[in-house]
């Protein structure tokens, strides 16, 4: 099992920052890839970004250039810093962690935290 506890989610108004954190625990040897989801209103969840053990991202392409991943592996956390918000990235945002066991995959998701942004 793992867990994920999220921080960092708040008001803000475009064009601001925003800082978000998510701790792992538990089972985190086997974590392959960790990263952030998003859910607005009536939308599905999307992915936001995403890092793997390895550093290598891949990122929404309404979030590159303003959004970045990264990873303490040291603290187990992953961060998602959030730059040039626009209301549009008012979401709950999910912290998600990808776990392998042989020839399984898990996923395990955090809370969510919310996110909004206001013009």
């Known amino acids: 099992q793992v867990q994920l506890v999220e921080h960092g989610g708040g008001l803000v108004q475009a064009g601001g920052s925003l800082r978000l954190s998510c701790a792992a625990s538990g089972s985190i040897f086997s974590i392959n890839a960790m990263g952030w989801y998003r859910q607005a209103p009536g939308k599905q969840r999307e992915l936001v970004a995403a890092i793997t053990s390895g550093g290598s991202t891949v990122y929404a392409d309404s979030v590159k250039g303003r959004f970045t991943i990264s990873r303490d592996n040291a603290k187990n956390t992953v961060y998602l810093q959030m730059n040039s918000l626009k209301p549009e990235d008012t979401a709950v945002y999910y912290c998600?962690?990808?776990?392998?066991?042989?020839?399984?995959?898990?996923?395990?998701w955090g809370q969510g935290t919310q996110v909004i942004v206001f013009s």
């Open positions: 998600n962690a990808e776990r392998v066991a042989g020839e399984i995959t898990y996923d395990y």
